[in-house]
């Protein structure tokens, strides 16, 4: 006998979800890794030690997302009650550690990652908030937020101006990013491909930022 109409669509609905949150986890997890590169990279430029080169990367690659999670109700925050977020974190130390020459190789190591977790916490954190059923504006920001608090944190650690006071096109790129993943939410189209253009056009625009200089107007104050 076949199954009833209704518990085709219940079931498609649910292996849609199953879908969703794994889609979201696994941009959440290499928001998480290539972040915490960028902040232990950061450390080994600052001649930290092993432990503060693994405290900067923890902190880089899990304070955006930890505000996003308590903002939203997620408590306690995916990045404590989840021992993937840690282990990805302590790798991604582990290895800017002991082969920091290989990754110094890269133009900009600390930018290049740093885009690219802005980009991928962007589209997760916007995705998580409207899985919390958070609104679209809301959503929006808290996108934005993920992508730049860790960021923020590691400048802080290491007592630098955060870059996204500082440099081109930071936040805006972040909530360019989620603003992606909110309309495509409102336009119905698959999670997926809208977390991807949304990814992909948060990192381009702050990679060509970066590269031609694109940036908002600076603060000049009189002579």
């Not at 079931?11 to 972040?35: E, K, S």
């Not at 997302?65 to 977020?85: K, L, Q």
């Not at 900009?108 to 995705?127: I, K, M």
């Amino acid at each position: 006998m076949a199954p009833k109409r209704g518990y085709q669509h219940k079931g498609q609905m649910v292996v849609n979800g199953h879908l969703i949150n794994a889609l979201l986890v696994a941009f959440d997890l290499g928001g998480t890794f290539v972040f915490a590169i960028s902040g232990a990279t950061a450390g080994v430029k600052h001649r930290l030690d092993l432990f503060g080169v693994l405290v900067l990367s923890f902190a880089a690659g899990n304070s955006g997302g930890i505000t996003r999670d308590v903002m939203i109700g997620a408590v306690p925050p995916a990045a404590i009650s989840d021992w993937r977020y840690v282990a990805v974190s302590i790798l991604a130390g582990l290895i800017t550690f002991y082969w920091y020459r290989t990754i110094n190789r890269l133009s900009s190591p600390v930018l290049v990652f740093d885009a690219a977790g802005l980009a991928l916490f962007a589209v997760a954190g916007a995705g998580k908030a409207l899985a919390f059923h958070a609104g679209p504006v809301a959503a929006t920001l808290l996108g934005m937020l993920t992508g730049i608090g860790g960021g923020m944190v590691r400048d802080v650690l290491v007592r630098e101006i955060p870059s996204v006071l500082r440099t081109e096109l930071y936040a805006v790129a972040a909530l360019i990013g989620a603003a992606v993943v909110v309309i495509g939410r409102m336009l119905d189209i698959p999670s997926s491909v809208a977390a991807i253009a949304g990814a992909l056009l948060c990192f381009g625009l702050r990679f060509m930022a970066m590269r031609r200089g694109w940036q908002l107007p600076i603060a000049r104050p009189p002579e």
